[in-house]
């Protein structure tokens, strides 16, 4: 599982360099993709295999915007593999729809690694612990 969250910045190529601890838990190639809330994921091959699996589900059985949705998410995939330095090569297309600027957040997520814009992944987690701290924040069942 992935946890953390570190400061990077994207080079004149698009590359980020990925924490060690990710890298170790990723191992040799995973896959980039564009996910929910407008940031990029890397999943493990297993994982994205199963996320792929679900998307392909929700698509034959939804409607348009689940065929939209799995379309998009197919299309903006691509597969990784970590340098010696341990970076990766963010696609342009991905880092237009993460909106990605020179400094980057690269966030662990349980079962996924997350790419964010600092700015906004800043926003982003200053309403998560804001709904963190706010005990009516609809967080009854989960156990924190």
């Known amino acids: 599982m992935f946890y953390g969250e570190y ?19 990723l ?13 990029l994921a890397i999943y ?12 392909q589900e929700n698509a034959r059985r939804g409607g348009q915007t689940e ?3 799995a379309r998009s998410f197919a299309a903006g995939s691509r597969p990784i593999a970590p340098d010696r330095q341990g970076r990766i090569a963010v696609p342009p297309n991905l880092q237009e729809f993460a909106g990605l600027t020179r400094d980057v957040m690269v966030n662990g997520s349980i079962n996924r690694i997350e790419i964010w814009d600092a700015a906004r992944w800043r926003a982003v987690n200053q309403e998560g612990e ?15």
């Open 44 to 55: 493990t091959t297993e994982e994205f295999d199963k996320v792929a699996a679900t998307m």
């Open 27 to 39: 191992g040799d190639n995973g896959f980039i993709t564009k996910v929910l809330d407008g940031c």
């Open 7 to 25: 400061e990077r910045s994207l080079d004149d190529k698009g590359r980020v360099i990925l924490p060690a601890e990710f890298r170790n838990l």
């Open 130 to 144: 804001r709904m963190l701290r706010d005990a009516d924040a609809g967080l009854a069942g989960m156990t924190i």
């Open 67 to 69: 065929r939209h949705v």
